[in-house]
C-alpha cells in the first residue's frame, strides 16, 4: 500500500468529518419473491453486483422476505434477508459504496447460521472487503469464515487477511497464517451482530490490521475489546474499500442468512438502526391533506419521498423531505389536491445507497367542508367558520406552545379573541369529525 504523510491541516478535516455511514442495506424489495437472486432484475436492486459463479436462482444468493432479529437492534423495519449455502450454491456478490482509505472502515451486519458444515481446515469463507466494485473484483481481505463448534448445536467464525479458503502446508510454509477462531463458539440457528473492522496502517504495505466482533444481545456505545485480532504480512494491504462481499464458497456445507448490512468509520455509528416509521397518518379538510410521521432514527443522507395516488395502485412523487439525526418527527401539508373522493399516500424511505422501503398506505376521504379563519392578519379578533359543527380549536405560537384550546364547541363558528396575543405568527388548527386543519395567521395590533 502506498502510504501517505499528511499535514496537520488535513488530519484536522479529516477529524471532523471522516465519521459517516458509507453503507446501508435492509433488503426491502417489494417487487422480489423468496428465492430471487440478489444479483438479479427481480429484487429491482441497483446494489448489489455478481461478480463469480452463480446465474441462475437456484444457484444464488437469494432474497427471503422475512427479516432477522437481533435484540440490540429491537423492532425492525419491514424488509427481508439474503440466504446463501456452500458448496451447494455457488454465487458471488458485492455491494458497492464510495470507497474509503483512511482510519478505519467497519462492516457490521446480523449473522444466523442455520448449519456450519466445515471444519478448521476444510471451511470457507462468506465474507470479505473488496477495493473494487462491479462484475470484475480482486484483492479480497478480511476473509470471514464459518466452521464447526466443538459440540452439536454449536459453530464457530475464524478470520484471515487474505488466504485461500482451504489451507494448504504450501501456502503456510510461504508465510500465510491460518485463520484464526473466535474463542467463543455460538448457537446454530440464533441471530448474532457481527462487526469486520479493517484498519489502514501507515507504517508498511502489509501491515493492516483485521479484527471481528461477535455480540449476542447488544450494541456497546463504544468499542469493545475484539474477539479476534489479525495481522498478517504475507499478503499485501487494501488501498482502499469500495464493496463488501457475500460469497457461497465451494467447501462445507454452511447454510447461513445476513441481513441488516452497515458499513461505517467510527464504532458510534454501529448502532444506527434502519429508518423505522413509526406512526404516519393523513387527513384531508378544507382542500388540505396534512402528513405526519414519526421515525426511531434517521442518517442525514435518507430522504423521504411522499407519494399520492387517487386508486391505490399507482403512486406518483409530489415531494422529498431530508431527513436529520436530530429530527424525528416530521410533517407536510398536500395543498395541490386533484379532484378525487379519496386519495392515497404513502412514504418512500430512501436509503443512502438507494435502496428503499414502503410505509403503509393511507387513504383519505376529501371533505367538501368549507372553512375560513380571518381575517388575517388580525389585530383584536379571528372568527373561525365552518359549514358543519367544529369539535375543536387550538391556536400555538411558533415554539409550540398552545395559547388557546376551547373543546366540544358544539357550534360551526368560534370567535376567538386576540387582543392580548403578542405580534407575530400563530398556527390555528381546527378540528372536526376528528380531522384537524392547520392555518397560519400572523397577529399584528
Not at 373 to 389: E, H
Request: glycine letters at 8%; charged letters at 15%.
Amino acid at each position: 500500500m502506498k502510504k501517505f504523510i499528511l499535514s496537520l491541516s488535513l488530519l484536522l478535516v479529516v477529524g471532523f468529518s471522516y465519521s459517516q455511514l458509507l453503507f446501508s442495506e435492509s433488503f426491502n424489495y417489494p417487487s422480489a419473491a423468496a428465492g430471487d437472486s440478489m444479483a438479479g432484475p427481480n429484487t429491482g436492486s441497483p446494489t448489489w453486483t455478481r461478480h463469480s459463479g452463480g446465474g441462475s436462482n437456484a444457484k444464488d444468493i437469494q432474497y427471503q422476505p422475512s427479516s432477522l432479529t437481533f435484540s440490540g437492534y429491537g423492532a425492525l423495519s419491514s424488509g427481508g434477508s439474503i440466504t446463501f449455502q456452500h458448496k451447494v450454491r455457488s454465487q458471488d456478490i458485492n455491494g458497492a459504496f464510495t470507497a474509503d482509505s483512511i482510519g478505519s472502515v467497519y462492516a457490521g451486519f446480523i449473522l444466523r447460521v442455520d448449519s456450519s458444515g466445515g471444519n478448521d481446515t476444510t471451511c470457507d469463507y462468506f465474507f470479505h472487503f473488496c477495493d473494487l466494485s462491479g462484475a470484475s473484483v480482486s484483492n479480497f481481505r478480511g476473509r470471514l469464515f464459518i466452521a464447526d463448534g466443538s459440540t452439536a448445536g454449536k459453530f464457530k467464525l475464524g478470520i484471515n487477511k487474505g488466504a485461500a479458503a482451504k489451507l494448504t502446508a504450501a501456502n503456510i510454509t510461504a508465510g500465510a497464517k491460518a485463520l484464526a477462531f473466535s474463542p467463543t463458539e455460538y448457537n446454530i440457528g440464533q441471530s448474532y451482530y457481527v462487526v469486520v473492522k479493517y484498519t489502514f496502517n501507515t507504517t508498511g504495505s502489509k501491515d493492516d490490521e483485521i479484527k471481528l466482533f461477535v455480540l449476542s444481545t447488544i450494541i456497546p456505545a463504544t468499542e469493545p475489546p475484539a474477539d479476534v485480532t489479525f495481522v498478517d504480512t504475507a499478503f499485501s494491504d487494501l488501498r482502499k474499500i469500495g464493496s463488501v462481499c457475500f460469497r457461497e464458497g465451494s467447501v462445507g456445507r454452511a447454510l447461513a442468512a445476513v441481513d441488516e448490512i452497515r458499513v461505517f468509520t467510527s464504532w458510534s455509528l454501529s448502532s444506527i438502526l434502519p429508518t423505522k416509521i413509526n406512526a404516519f397518518s393523513a387527513v384531508g379538510l378544507n382542500k388540505v391533506v396534512n402528513l405526519n410521521w414519526n421515525v426511531n432514527v434517521s442518517d442525514n443522507n435518507t430522504s423521504f419521498e411522499i407519494q399520492r395516488s387517487k386508486d391505490g395502485v399507482n403512486f406518483d412523487a409530489i415531494s422529498t423531505v431530508s431527513a436529520s439525526t436530530s429530527k424525528t418527527n416530521y410533517s407536510l401539508a398536500d395543498r395541490n389536491l386533484p379532484v378525487a373522493n379519496y386519495l392515497y399516500y404513502r412514504l418512500k424511505t430512501i436509503y443512502p445507497n438507494g435502496t428503499f422501503d414502503y410505509s403503509t398506505v393511507q387513504k383519505v376521504q376529501i371533505k367538501s367542508v368549507k372553512l375560513t379563519v380571518s381575517p388575517n392578519p388580525a389585530a383584536s379578533n379571528i372568527l373561525v367558520n365552518a359549514s358543519t359543527n367544529i369539535s375543536a380549536v387550538e391556536i400555538f405560537n411558533l415554539e409550540g406552545k398552545k395559547v388557546f384550546g376551547l373543546q366540544n364547541t358544539n357550534s360551526n363558528s368560534v370567535n376567538v379573541s386576540v387582543a392580548n396575543f403578542a405580534n407575530g405568527t400563530y398556527v390555528v388548527n381546527t378540528t372536526i369529525d376528528g380531522e384537524t386543519s392547520s392555518e397560519k395567521v400572523v397577529i399584528k395590533h
